[in-house]
């Protein structure tokens, strides 16, 4: 079974920069999809950005679109999430996810269609 720990976050000020990391603790299926979501207090987890494991294939939520990078090593089993711009609005807790389908489009953002979940960074952005 694929477990999943996040790392990376913490507090930062308005117009700071985090990168998140989650690393696989097994080595996941080639083209699964691995997706990243957030959950702030008092809100429904909504999902952030998502790409094909050792593919080509992302997506972003219009919310973080630009301001967001996921991306890969490989080598690591490690997934990145860059987040640049930061907004008090970006506050939330990260989990990220692995699917064992190759996602596409706005796919990625579905929460239903992940497997496998991480226990979830904290990340919050004063003003």
């Known amino acids: 079974q694929v477990q999943l720990v996040e790392s990376g976050g913490g507090s930062v000020q308005a117009g700071g920069t985090l990168t998140l990391s989650c690393a696989a603790s097994l080595y996941p299926f080639s083209r699964n999809s691995v997706g990243w979501f957030r959950q702030a207090p008092g809100k429904e987890r909504e999902g952030v950005a998502g790409?094909?494991?050792?593919?080509?294939?992302?997506f972003y939520a219009d919310s973080v679109k630009g301001r967001f990078t996921i991306s890969q090593d490989v080598a690591k089993k490690t997934v990145y999430l860059q987040m640049t711009s930061l907004t008090p609005e970006d506050t939330a807790i990260y989990y990220c996810?692995?699917?064992?389908?190759?996602?596409?489009?706005?796919?990625?953002?579905?929460?239903?269609?992940?497997?496998?979940w991480g226990q979830g960074t904290q990340v919050t952005v004063s003003s």
């Open positions: 790409l094909v494991y050792d593919g080509d294939s992302s």
């Open positions: 996810a692995s699917a064992r389908v190759a996602l596409a489009g706005d796919m990625f953002l579905d929460d239903f269609r992940y497997a496998y």
